[in-house]
């Protein structure tokens, strides 16, 4: 999993890095297979944004949330992807047991 985590008319001080970096960590364990994540953290007066794609393999999930300081606002982001990825994480499980009737070809 590789983060990379920048400003958005703001300089991203290494607390916030590191603190994006270990929420963020949470997230892998819902994929095995290699994922990029680009969060964009900025400030919309008087408020603060934080956003991020997330890239899967054959996926791209965004997100982004507001809060009254950074660190709600990463943490509300978290969350989002989390909720995100868990359907996306459903989506990809096969939910039938068995053969089909239509995957066996007994309708023809």
């Known amino acids: 999993m590789q983060i990379e985590t920048y400003g958005q008319q703001m300089d991203v001080t290494p ?3 590191s603190y994006v ?10 994929f095995e297979g290699d994922c990029e994540i680009r ?8 408020a603060h ?8 393999a054959g996926r791209k999930l965004h997100a982004d949330a507001t809060g009254q300081d950074m660190y709600a606002a990463i943490d509300l982001l978290v969350d989002k992807l989390d909720r ?3 359907k996306h ?12 009737l239509a995957k066996s070809g007994a309708l023809d």
């Open 15 to 17: 607390a916030l890095r």
């Open 21 to 30: 970096e270990t929420r963020f960590e949470r997230l892998g364990r819902h």
């Open 89 to 100: 994480k459903e989506k990809q499980v096969d939910h039938h047991r068995g053969e089909s």
């Open 49 to 56: 944004k934080a956003e991020a794609n997330v890239t899967l």
């Open 84 to 86: 995100q990825l868990l």
């Open 39 to 46: 969060v964009q953290l900025g400030l919309d007066k008087p």
